[in-house]
């Protein structure tokens, strides 16, 4: 779990295109509402580093460990979430 | 102070607030959440010191297996597979065992009632109604449960359950339902009416709804024995542990696909919507503890159910034997009752005495066998009966065929859920109308699969 | 998740024949936690076999009761549903919060994962806000062993003010310190300071403004600090349960009221 702001330029995505195995910390949330606060409530509070650990057999969802937990979110979810990525 | 003092107290004070933080410009709620999990961060990194990774790190291994996208699928019916295979093997030889010992209990029972010169209604009622049922419900239902709740409890207690969830939620999406309904369904294994109120943990009223009135799709354990009773009797001989297992799977697999294709349809008509938002823990697996396991799921679990199901089979004994040998115009009123059902029966690939079973089992599903098993005794000639060679030869005396198998195992999976499932429907969703229909439903869905079953197998000349 | 035994076995079906039962409790204890922290390992750990579902009226969510026995007093157990917050965005959340905040019980055991401690101290820093009787039970301390993580349980308790007490329930280590340290925080032997989390100016400016008008409403049965954040947060769900709290209190006092003048 190693993540270090390097010279690469960090550009913003969705949590769901983060791919497998890649870090990345969380910038915003776009949801609002129960679903935003649900999300916070997760721990996905900006800065928090999150990665992208595997997905579902049938496609859909993705599963992150955030703070420690494993948490999937469907694809509709996940692209309500921006973040960091350091991308090579 | 009275209510209207509180109201207005309480009023000032929200008028209060606003004033403070009007329209939610201080932004509260997102501030407050980061500061808590920025403290806790704090707190935590000042009193934990990781030493190096642990050698192998099992979660990640399982799950590199579990839900992979090669072995995800196949693993999970494998898993299945392996359950109903350890039921169906190791329930045998105890069943057997115990309809020995409980039927040599009978006989010298009906010998002691013989001695005691009680009149013959008496051994009739009581023997042969009231403790042979009994005698059935406990030798054909008891060891399957026993053996199938503890492995159920270990895929549970292990965490297992929560992948099922993770690999089939993109199914359950796309039929517009929540993504815990799989597991309200895998709950539904155990016992329906539990499965139902498992169904709190979704929030949608809507997909709550799907939920409950699709719970009945997959069998319970009260359905279990005798689908792995009825997959017995259609592959007979040397293989018939592995030849059971497969058709108890397919019959599983064919409740989950109805049970995706039933939410679906509910989705597109009668509980229009959208699916609701939806997160998942997958927590770490744990190495179950199988002592507290195996007591749990058998004192829990297994005799609660037997309990149920031996207060359902004694009065249910009694009227079976009774309609048998009460006469009207010289033919009984279960051959009546059998008789008016037949040919509607026969429509759907069974006969009366099946239907009667299905009707007479509504208070529990544990006790459709041994009803059906009953009605036949006291109809034929056969008196004894201790192995599945036997339940076979008395079946066949009935005219059954494969055909007539394969429809009441497809009835029973299909058709309305029992008594105490739907009475925990009507006090979990608070609806009459909800609770006339999940029994309505899955005995529309039931009629109309059957009829298709057996219609074209007798069309393509197949029977 | 929810899904325990508790809440969808046997007990379930329990619930739904009304076959809960009460029993006389000297102290009533809550059990709070994350999901999959092991509460429920916790709860039947210190009620052995004697543990019965109950049924919390109105509710939709089970909240399992058992209870055990120590030093001759009854202390009846409550285990809340598992939740990662009290922010009542769900309605486990809610039960859980509105049992600790107008439930009352007289102490309340946050369960923590020692292997998941910072996400877990989230919980535990919001039970803190709403009452001050609380424990905080570190447990699967051998979880963490094994993963090789360890903690320094002095400096925790140090820091959050309360007892902290390291457990592994599934072999019943540390179940014996747990249980006295409940025996403490109840009988007021052991007393607890527990931290405070400080929010940003605005905010703290705005409790100010509203904390002291709050007591006056409620006195000090309710925390008045985390009533104000509520209130300003405009959480509908909490302004509704003040004023059923309030009117139950009201209908409490002037029904002894009633009683003295007859």
């Known amino acids: 779990m190693e993540y270090k702001q390097g010279d690469c330029p960090t550009k913003i995505i969705s949590l769901h295109d983060l791919p497998v195995g890649k870090l990345a910390t969380v910038s915003s949330i776009q949801a609002a509402g129960l679903t935003r606060r649900r999300m916070l409530d997760l721990g996905l509070v900006p800065g928090t580093r999150v990665k992208a650990l595997r997905i579902s057999p049938a496609g859909d969802p993705k599963a992150y460990r955030i703070r420690g937990a494993v948490i999937a979110f469907r694809k509709e979810e996940a692209q309500q979430i921006l973040i960091n990525y350091k991308g090579e | 102070m009275n209510r209207v003092a509180i109201c207005s107290g309480l009023n000032e004070l929200l008028e209060e607030a606003d004033q403070i933080n009007p329209g939610g410009s201080l932004n509260l709620n997102d501030s407050v959440v980061s500061t808590i999990y920025s403290r806790a961060e704090e707190i935590a990194g000042g009193v934990v010191t990781s030493q190096g990774k642990p050698p192998v790190d099992w979660d990640k291994v399982l799950d590199d297996i579990l839900t992979s996208r090669v072995f995800g699928f196949p693993s999970m019916l494998l898993l299945l597979a392996v359950v109903f295979w350890i039921t169906v093997a190791g329930a045998n030889v105890p069943s057997e065992m115990l309809a020995t010992g409980l039927f040599w209990i009978q006989e010298r029972l009906t010998e002691c009632l013989v001695w005691l010169h009680a009149p013959a209604w008496v051994n009739g009622l009581f023997v042969e109604g009231i403790y042979r049922c009994l005698a059935w419900v406990v030798s054909v239902m008891l060891p399957p449960m026993a053996i199938f709740f503890p492995c159920f409890t270990l895929l549970e207690d292990m965490g297992y359950l929560p992948r099922i969830a993770f690999n089939l939620d993109n199914l359950f999406k796309k039929a517009g339902a929540h993504g815990k309904q799989s597991l309200t369904m895998s709950m539904g294994f155990g016992c329906n009416a539990a499965g139902v109120v498992a169904c709190r943990i979704i929030e949608s009223p809507r997909e709550r709804l799907i939920a409950m009135l699709t719970n009945n799709f997959v069998p319970c354990n009260g359905r279990f024995p005798t689908l792995i009773a009825l997959a017995g009797l259609l592959v007979m001989g040397a293989t018939t542990f592995f030849g059971a297992t497969l058709i108890v799977v397919g019959i599983v697999v064919f409740g989950i696909m109805t049970t995706l294709a039933v939410s679906w349809l509910l989705s597109k008509t009668l509980l229009k919507g959208v699916p609701s938002s939806f997160t998942l823990e997958l927590p770490p697996y744990r190495k179950p503890q199988l002592g507290r396991v195996i007591t749990r799921s058998i004192f829990d679990r297994t005799l609660f159910v037997l309990r149920r199901a031996v207060f359902v089979a004694m009065p249910a004994g009694a009227v079976v034997w009774l309609s048998a040998n009460i006469h009207i115009g010289g033919v009984s009123i279960l051959t009546h009752c059998a008789n008016w059902l037949n040919p509607f029966g026969q429509l759907l690939g069974m006969d009366g005495y099946i239907l009667m079973a299905f009707v007479l089992g509504l208070p529990a599903n544990e006790i459709v066998l041994p009803i059906l098993i009953m009605s036949y005794m006291a109809t034929g000639s056969m008196l004894e009966l201790d192995s599945l060679e036997a339940l076979r030869q008395l079946f066949a005396g009935h005219g059954w065929t494969w055909l007539t198998a394969v429809c009441m195992m497809l009835f029973s999976l299909l058709h309305y859920p029992c008594c105490t499932t739907l009475w925990t429907i009507s006090k979990e969703s608070g609806s009459f109308k909800w609770t006339v229909l999940a029994a309505l439903i899955p005995l529309g869905i039931a009629i109309t699969i059957c009829f298709t079953v057996a219609q074209c197998a007798s069309f393509l000349g197949w029977i | ?262």
Request: contains cysteine; aromatic residues 6%; glycine residues 8%.
């Open chain 3, 1 to 262: 998740m929810g899904l325990t035994n508790q809440s969808s076995g046997s007990g379930a079906i329990k619930e739904r024949f009304g076959w809960g039962q009460n029993t006389r409790a000297d102290y009533v204890i809550a059990l709070a936690g994350n999901p999959n922290t092991g509460k429920s390992t916790v709860f039947n750990a210190l009620t052995g076999l004697n543990q019965h579902t109950g049924n919390w009226p109105g509710k939709t969510v089970l909240l399992a009761e058992g209870h055990y026995i120590h030093q001759c007093l009854t202390y009846k157990l409550i285990d809340l549903p598992g939740t990662y917050s009290l922010m009542a965005n769900s309605v486990e959340e809610q039960v859980a919060r509105d049992y600790l905040c107008f439930g009352r019980p007289d102490a309340t055991v946050v369960v923590l994962d020692a292997t998941c401690l910072e996400r877990n101290l989230n919980l535990a820093l919001q039970v803190m806000e709403i009452t001050t009787r609380l424990i905080v039970c570190v447990n699967l301390v051998d979880e963490a062993q094994r993963k090789k993580i360890q903690i320094d349980y002095d400096a925790l308790a140090a820091k959050l003010g309360v007892p902290v007490v390291p457990t592994a329930a599934r072999s019943g280590v540390g179940l014996e310190q747990l249980i006295k340290a409940v025996s403490g925080i109840v009988t007021g032997s052991i007393e607890t300071k527990p931290y405070v989390v400080r929010y940003k100016k605005e905010i703290e400016n705005a409790i100010c403004r509203l904390e002291p008008k709050i007591k006056q409403l409620v006195g000090e049965a309710l925390n008045a600090r985390w009533l104000a954040l509520r209130l300003l947060d405009r959480d509908q769900t909490v302004i509704d349960a003040v004023e059923n709290w309030l009117a139950r209190e009201d209908r409490l006092t002037t029904g002894i009221k009633e009683v003295v003048l007859a």
